[in-house]
């Protein structure tokens, strides 16, 4: 059977995942009742439906005349890049999906380069030429740019092109969108352009696992790439760890795709995507190999993550009410799971037992764990995000990123000053039609909390994307958001009465009738100093009645704060506290005596 490996790149909501739905649909493969439900078939996770972004990378596989194509939807966000850099190993070639409105994203560049990198040849999915405000011209334009400054060979630059319309289920040749009929275009330039897979189906075996998911029955499954020779169920082969070690093991179950499922088989050869069982610890980057003198092959490059956080133990007074797992042991074990699935994670013990120091690759790559984490039932409290400094050549580095903001022309002044106070370097800066599109290089601890206060500035219509671009010597002191908190002062319930009052020196998180307890950050003071409030004052009953006594008609609305605002918010004393049910933002000390004599100390 012919086979062609394809992976999908594009930037958050430029429709990848409508796109392969619609691949799916109208293959040759049997998807059974899957072929009419209107829903996104292949956002399996209830974060990827509720963001609109893929955050995992999938694998399936369509049928198409006498060719299958296995498709492998590659996350959109550099914050992701663990899981892009090992998926687009399985690939030869990749479809390049991109905005007719919006031209390439700096997402886009992220995996691009990956892609171009690795000598795939891409094929260009100008999708969603049905917008009104569709600038096909425009886009091609900046895709070409593009291409030249990420160094694509002569033969990368001579890309095909496909218009689209994902969410209509129709392509062509040509963005006459009234002479498309169905997505089959799609499917014949894969197979005209994408070459078949260079493998040696008469070699010794030889598989890279790059992805692992978990069968309550078949226990854990690696999924990767034959590179060379034959696998078959039943055969004995050699286990190879990242770290070298050999181990004989047996595959008790072979398992290959078709449309969204995994279907068992009796053998597959070089150049197709396996999935195997049985193997006792297989993790990303392993080899499986030949019995009797096996081959290891070179181990998956992923580059080091950026940011740290310390996970620990919930310690508040309302610890263990909210939550299923709570303990340290509980936490150690699933941050330990999450390991075994990504490899750009790192966790390190922290200074004591409760403590655990979590590296990733971004915020939102952490969040996305802490989120995960809580809507299985773990409790935990987390700190302020910092960034990993490197020692080269004796000089202590940082990480920088290039970042992209995308305002309407009057907050450009504000853009400017903010991202100069971060020690922004402008590098770039356009005017279209009303909207200003800025490129600064700025070091990563200047982003840090930016992105709540920026959206906040720009009052929802600002956009920013960043990108990582390698470490710096050390940057001076950054100013980043300085703040205030309303710390709460004794335990109780918070009443509309003393919210009235407190709300005139900020602005607040909670309403009334919330349950808080001593040193909990409650609100932002409207000055850059920490102030202890009693938000659970009552009003003083008498016989007399006055008109003043329906106060809730005047309190101003809470801001309730995500758990991305609330790790942006947080300052190097804070911690969010989060549980199943709450985020709560809290001072690392909770009793306000010992906060004022370590400031005293400190002082």
């Known amino acids: 059977m012919k086979i062609r490996n394809v992976s999908i790149i594009a930037h958050v909501d430029h429709g990848k995942t409508t796109l392969v739905d619609a691949l799916l649909k109208q293959s040759d493969t049997d998807l059974g009742k899957l072929g009419d439900q209107k829903e996104l078939i292949m956002d399996f996770n209830d974060l990827e439906k509720e963001r609109g ?18 498709i492998i939807d590659t996350p959109g966000h550099a914050d992701f890049g663990g899981e892009v850099e090992r998926v687009l190993n399985l690939a030869d070639g990749s479809l390049l999906l991109i905005d007719a409105q919006e031209g390439p994203m700096p997402q886009t560049r992220f995996v691009l380069k990956k892609a171009l990198s690795m000598g795939h040849k891409i094929i260009l999915v100008m999708n969603k030429i049905d917008k009104p405000n569709a600038r096909i011209n425009y886009a091609l334009d900046k895709v070409i740019e593009l291409f030249i400054e990420l160094g694509a060979t002569n033969d990368q630059l001579n890309f095909p092109i496909i218009y689209a319309s994902g969410r209509d289920g ?5 963005p006459e969108l009234e002479k498309m009929t169905d997505i089959k275009p799609i499917f014949d330039d894969i197979i005209k352009y994408i070459p078949e897979p260079k493998a040696n189906a008469s070699g ?16 854990r499954i690696g999924i990767g790439r034959i590179y060379s020779g034959k696998i078959k169920n039943g055969q004995a082969i050699s286990h190879i760890s990242r770290e070298g070690k050999t181990v004989k093991s047996k595959i008790t179950s072979l398992m290959t795709f078709s449309g969204l499922t995994k279907k068992e088989t009796a053998e597959l050869e070089a150049g197709d995507i396996a999935a195997v069982s049985g193997i006792d610890n297989i993790n990303i980057g392993d080899t499986i190999a030949e019995e009797i003198d096996p081959i290891a092959l070179p181990p998956i490059k992923i580059e080091e993550p950026t940011v740290k956080m310390i996970f620990s133990v919930n310690n508040s007074p309302f610890a263990g009410k909210e939550g299923k797992y709570c303990t340290s042991r509980n936490l150690k074990e699933r941050l330990e799971k999450e390991l075994d699935n990504d490899v750009a994670l790192r966790v390190n013990p922290g200074k004591s037992p409760d403590e655990f120091i979590v590296c990733g690759r971004g915020e939102l790559h952490l969040s996305i764990l802490i989120e995960t984490m809580r809507r299985e039932g773990y409790e935990m409290q987390v700190s302020r995000p910092e960034v990993i400094m ?3 050549n004796g000089k202590i580095t940082e990480p920088t990123e290039d970042a992209w903001l995308e305002v309407p022309e009057k907050y450009s002044g504000m853009v400017i000053e903010k991202m100069g106070l971060r020690k922004g370097t402008l590098k770039n800066m356009s005017v279209e039609n009303g909207i ?3 490129h600064f290089y700025i070091p990563t601890r200047g982003l840090i909390g930016f992105r709540n206060e920026f959206m906040i500035e720009t009052k929802g219509t600002g956009t920013i994307n960043s990108l990582f671009a390698g470490y ?7 100013q980043t958001n300085p703040h205030g908190s309303i710390i709460v002062h004794e335990a109780g319930a918070s009443t509309a009465y003393a919210l009235l009052k407190i709300q005139e020196r900020g602005e607040m998180f909670i309403g009334p009738g919330v349950k808080v307890y001593e040193g909990q950050v409650v609100g932002e003071n409207a000055k850059a100093e920490d102030i202890i409030s009693n938000v659970c004052k009552a009003k003083q009953l008498t016989n ?20 991305e605002q ?9 911690l969010v506290e989060i549980t199943p049910i709450s985020i709560r933002l809290r001072k690392r000390v909770l009793s306000g005596t010992l906060r004022g004599s370590q400031k005293r100390q400190n002082s």
Do not use: C, H, W
């Open 53 to 70: 972004i893929t955050i995992f990378s999938k694998n399936a596989s369509v049928q198409y005349g006498d060719t299958k194509i296995n």
């Open 170 to 174: 129709v392509a062509g040749l040509t």
């Open 204 to 219: 010794p075996l030889q598989m890279m696992i790059v992805s692992i998911s978990y069968d309550n029955y078949m226990g």
């Open 390 to 392: 490197k020692e080269e």
């Open 436 to 438: 200003a599109i800025f």
């Open 472 to 478: 710096a010597p050390k940057f001076d002191n950054i």
């Open 544 to 563: 007399f009645r006055a008109k003043t006594d329906a106060v809730t008609d005047d309190l101003v609305p809470p801001r309730e704060m995500s758990l």
């Open 566 to 574: 609330a790790i942006e918010y947080v300052g190097d004393d804070e």
